[in-house]
């Protein structure tokens, strides 16, 4: 698995978006991002994943840069719910490789009222 | 209605005990992972069971065993705890054969806290 690396903490005002950022410069062709988020005390919750396109769905939006080599997660109006610490992994897809995630430090984003 | 469940969710034991985690799911999913999540917490895959065959058993001390009684279930027991095994577990499952999907998520449980005394 690719190797990522995220700031180890984000504030953001309620209601702004929230801009997480992820570099994954040794990222290869055949590796999705995938982005989980852990509440406190709570297990890891799935949020989106993406290969090069640009992904969206209910919870957030992905957006890979041209040459995958970084992401930036979009939460476009965070609440308070939102503050967790969100992780970035990178690792190919399931059917042709390891299953289990390799989780990093993740970012701490505070959501403040 | 819970779709990854842990029993127990809290454990205080002592040094040199055993003592087991359960974990179940009601999702029909086909593969399941224990994490461990340390004190500075660190989340890492410990086991993984697909269809009831261990895939990925990292490097864990063999006082870890996983038991997987079928497709729902996979148990963690721990002979001889240590102070340094305190840490919150976690089960998930994902179901991994499904045809056509780019990625299959991982649900996690809600974690069972371990302190060893």
């Known amino acids: 698995d690719a190797k990522t690396t995220q700031p180890p903490s984000m504030d953001c005002a309620e209601g702004r978006a929230a801009n997480l950022p992820c570099n994954h410069s040794?990222?290869?062709?055949?590796?999705?991002v995938y982005w989980y988020r852990q509440i406190h005390s709570q297990g890891p919750q799935y949020i989106i994943h993406?290969?090069?396109n640009n992904e969206t769905n209910e919870m957030a939006s992905l957006i890979i840069t041209e040459d995958r080599k970084s992401s930036t997660l979009i939460l476009p109006h965070a609440t308070l719910r939102d503050t967790a610490v969100y992780y970035c992994?990178?690792?190919?897809?399931?059917?042709?490789?390891?299953?289990?995630?390799?989780f990093g430090s993740g970012t701490r984003l505070q959501v403040q009222p | 209605d819970t779709a990854v469940s842990q029993t127990p969710k809290y454990l205080v034991t002592q040094m040199g005990n055993d003592k087991s985690i359960k974990c179940e799911q009601n999702?029909?999913?086909?593969?399941m992972y224990w994490y461990k999540q340390d004190s500075k917490k660190f989340l890492k895959i410990m086991f993984s069971?697909?269809?009831?065959?261990?895939?990925i058993n990292e490097t864990v001390p063999n006082r870890f065993s996983p038991k997987s009684p079928d497709k729902a279930h996979l148990n963690l027991h721990i002979n001889s705890l240590e102070l340094g095994d305190s840490a919150v577990y976690f089960c998930?499952?994902?179901?991994?054969?499904?045809?056509?999907?780019?990625?299959?998520?991982?649900?996690f449980g809600p974690g069972t806290r371990l302190t060893v005394l």
């Open positions: 040794t990222i290869s062709g055949n590796e999705y």
């Open positions: 998930a499952s994902s179901q991994e054969k499904l045809a056509g999907a780019t990625y299959n998520e991982q649900f």
């Open positions: 999702l029909g999913h086909d593969t």
């Open positions: 993406g290969l090069k």
């Open positions: 069971y697909n269809n009831k065959e261990l895939i």
């Open positions: 992994i990178v690792r190919v897809a399931p059917r042709t490789g390891r299953r289990a995630l390799t």
